[in-house]
């Protein structure tokens, strides 16, 4: 017993010091930490929505429907011009896959941004580049199901999505979350395009 | 003992992943592009600074048996400690990295030099260690990521360099790739070496001796005289 003191004593003097010091990093950058996930919340938001001129990160410009939360950009006469949202694949090489859409009011794709991912560096992190990403922009067609070519039994899709080479897990992922965000959005249009938002 | 010396065994002659082959997860792991390569790098290298500091300045308290648990969390606060800092401040890369950070806390080079060197060496040669094994640590997963991204890639830093006809070899970045040319990084390395040294140096071989985690003296005297002993006919 006598022995063992010295050996607690010392792998609690130090446990406590370290948690100390954690404790102190921690609260100093709790706030730079939860401003970064902020910024690039907002970062992703802009760069997917057509030109807007209000906030559509507040409150006051979004709506939750589903597990889906729309971000509403609307232009300087109050008009709605693009609706950002982020949705989520578990599909991934390496996990799940979180992608930012930013749609027109017809339910076309403006533009899609990862926001996170875990696939391999270099390679499944190429659902990134903006060669793959583009080829979501475009068509209101209803059809289109944004599967990637290998997947499309028969007539394929127009355009189609072209699979990364060697990355056709991570490529399909993304689809996946895409195709079912723009499922939601279809089959609730009218109460987020109606927007209890209401103007700016 | 010199400090330049403790701070220049670490890029060649001990080079942990060239030389000691040691730490190969993230060496194999991250070195998909140049720059996840050369921010681990310096990741782990704060981490061995300041853990070799740390346990070298603790040197004569922590008693013999629980001296594994104090490393490990001291290990695990630095690690720690650069996962919230960069998280906070550097978020592009904690994005790109942030899996493998954790893994820091376990890389093998980080205790076995708390263990070996900085628990029973002076502190400004703990430093000096730490900056040295860092930075030769740095430079092999610099070059290694280096090389697979040019190859893998086509690209280097994320610039493309063969215009768009260039067919990357993909196996370069996967997981196969990492093998392959950490295995021609070690011949090159023992090749080197052996025209060097005139022969004399033993090739790198995984050898868990720095890592060792034992008080046994017997088992210590048994790899002395074994390290001794002429190669003898296999």
């Not at chain 1, 992703?44 to 507040?58: C, G, H, K, Y």
Request: proline share 5%; net charge negative.
């Amino acid at each position: 017993m006598r022995e063992l003191l010295p050996l607690v004593a010392t792998l609690t003097a130090i446990a406590a010091t370290a948690g100390l010091c954690l404790a102190l990093v921690y609260a100093l950058t709790e706030g730079p930490i939860a401003e970064a996930e902020l910024e690039q919340m907002r970062r992703a938001i802009r760069a997917v929505l057509p030109d807007f001129d209000n906030s559509p990160d507040e409150a006051a410009n979004w709506i939750e429907s589903g597990d889906y939360r729309f971000f509403l950009g609307r232009d300087a006469a109050g008009e709605l011009v693009g609706i950002a949202f982020s949705s989520a694949s578990r599909e991934g090489y390496g996990g799940t896959i979180e992608v930012m859409i930013g749609i027109f009011p017809d339910a076309s794709i403006h533009r899609i941004e990862i926001l996170r991912h875990l696939e391999t560096p270099g390679l499944g992190s190429k659902i990134e580049a903006p060669d793959f990403r583009d080829q979501f922009a475009g068509s209101s067609d209803e059809n289109r199901t944004y599967e990637v070519s290998k997947d499309s039994r028969g007539a394929p899709d127009r355009p189609p999505i072209d699979a990364i080479t060697g990355a056709t897990i991570s490529s399909r992922a993304v689809s996946e979350a895409v195709r079912n965000g723009l499922e939601h959005f279809r089959a609730h249009r009218d109460e987020i395009a109606a927007g209890n938002g209401g103007g700016r | 003992m010199s400090i330049t010396r403790e701070f220049i065994k670490g890029i060649w002659s001990e080079n942990p992943v060239l030389r000691l082959v040691l730490g190969l997860c993230p060496a194999l792991a991250v070195t998909t592009t140049m720059l996840n390569g050369v921010a681990m790098g310096l990741a782990a290298t704060f981490v061995l600074v300041m853990s070799n500091i740390v346990i070298s300045l603790l040197g004569g308290l922590i008693p013999k048996k629980v001296r594994i648990p104090c490393y490990i969390i001291v290990i695990a606060s630095f690690v720690t400690i650069v996962d919230l800092v960069m998280h906070g401040f550097l978020y592009d890369l904690w994005k790109a990295l942030g899996l493998f950070i954790p893994l820091i806390v376990v890389n093998c080079i980080i205790l076995g030099r708390a263990e070996a060197f900085a628990s029973k060496n002076k502190v400004h040669y703990a430093l000096a260690d730490g900056l040295g094994m860092g930075a030769g640590f740095t430079l092999a997963l610099t070059l290694l990521g280096a090389v697979r991204e040019i190859i893998g890639d086509g690209r280097i830093l994320g610039y493309a360099l063969f215009g768009p006809d260039f067919p990357p070899l993909l196996l370069a970045i996967l997981p196969p790739g990492a093998f392959i040319f950490l295995g021609l990084f070690l011949a090159g390395m023992n090749k080197i070496e052996e025209w060097r040294t005139g022969g004399a140096a033993e090739p790198a071989e995984a050898d868990a001796t720095c890592c060792l985690l034992t008080d046994s003296k017997e088992l210590r005297a048994r790899i002395a005289a074994e390290e001794e002993k002429p190669p003898s006919a296999a």
